[in-house]
């Protein structure tokens, strides 16, 4: 589906949808006819959609919550819902085209863009598998709006591709999309629109001794993947880059502390920290944002054979610290840890790691937001303050030092996993230990993996993260 700017198309359109919030924007032009039923229906404020059938259009009308007193990221999520609430009648009702306009400047410019994007964002489906592909009739949604620039068009364009990129990637089965299948899209992508990317194959990883990876990959019968991306426009603003992590476990049975009955599916999504670096750097590089960038993905799946790491193993990481793996469920640290110790090299300004990392996060936060922790103190106000504008939130969790007790071994430098309470602080922890930079680590096992449709967020892989760090990227850009 694509947005476009439209002055003219308005009589072609067969879904015209007309935001209004109060009694004032009813004097709309196209609302003439209607003023009398859409004032009763202002005070309807739960549904908020009123539909008019015209002999050849068909005439929406969605009333905004007017909420003066709430901060904008709640006013502009409000906005996202209904453009998802929507674009579900847009399909029910066959529409190709459709055509947002606002009733009047009570509606802002943010809405309407917040609206526009949750249409797009409810309009995705991930069909590849099915023989009987349903298609959403709506593939156009045209901005009549005279305070939207193409710029802005495109940028949003660039930002829902992106989120669809890091869904498809989530959505997509390890049968079809293991590790170097993951490399094999990434160098793909990179030719296609321009930034940097080395995949680092089995050897190439083994020479740089990164015991993690391939200590999870020792029961895989597919080689590991470590993926370097780099964008590094000439009008960087920024002289040492910003760096995302993501994890890549293209699948987790959790090797022989194997995941249980309803516990492993879902776990083709636990590449989603990966997914979220990829879509990001599509919607960096597209809008050419002013930011050296670097992405750091490892890749592997989590799998048994008799090679397999199994819990008493000892194993020596890249930077050289030996981790004793109580738990081979507890993978994504290992292969985290490596990726971390190599981002030393980069001398980052900061590193921000997202990854499906522990069930106890998820277990705090649900599908609601992330739960954040880290060393960089800079950064983490814009980027919580980004989280709460797009919606993809994070919140900070208890990360005192006392965690990394939790981590000593008896006959190694660090164990696994922790202790009974703080799963994913002591998670964190043992990330920290590997890093020397300002660092910011985000779990995102709650919102990567919706269990429910909700109106403009569907079932499946949510490709959170994206429009976050894109929005992020942005800010840092300002603040360089
Ligand atoms: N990939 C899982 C975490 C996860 C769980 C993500 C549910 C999404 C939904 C991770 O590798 C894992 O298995 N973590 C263990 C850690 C434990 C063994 C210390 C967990 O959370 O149980
Ligand atoms: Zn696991
Ligand atoms: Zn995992």
Redesign the pocket.
Known sequence: MTITLAVTEVSKASFITILIKNQADLSHEMLQPYQKILSQKLEDKDNGITIFYEADRIIAVVALKVNTHIETGIVHEEARVRGGNICKRINYEKSAHAVVVRGSDSVSKGELLAFTEGIALANYQFLKYKSDKKQNALTNVALMDAEISPAEIDELNNIITANQIARDLGNEPVVSLNAVDLGDFIVKMSHEIGFKADILNKSQIEALRMGGLLGVNAGSSVPPTFSILEYKPDNAKNVKPLIFVGKG?TY?T?GY?I?TGP?MP??K??MSGAAAVVGTFYAIVKNKLPVYCIGLIPATD?RINSNALVPDDIITMHSGTTVEVL?T????RLILGDALSYAKKFQPELVIDLA?????A?AITGALGGALMGTDTKYRPTLMACGNETYERLWEIPYWREYADMLKSDIADLKN??GAVG?SAT?GKFLEHFTDYPWLHLDI?GP??LKDDEPYKLKGASGVGVRLLYAFTKKFAELN
């Open positions: 476990v987790d959790g502390s995941k516990g879902g776990m999504m636990d989590n738990n469920d507890a993978e994504g499906t990392l522990t069930g106890a998820a996993i922790g799963g998670a096992a990567a993996i």
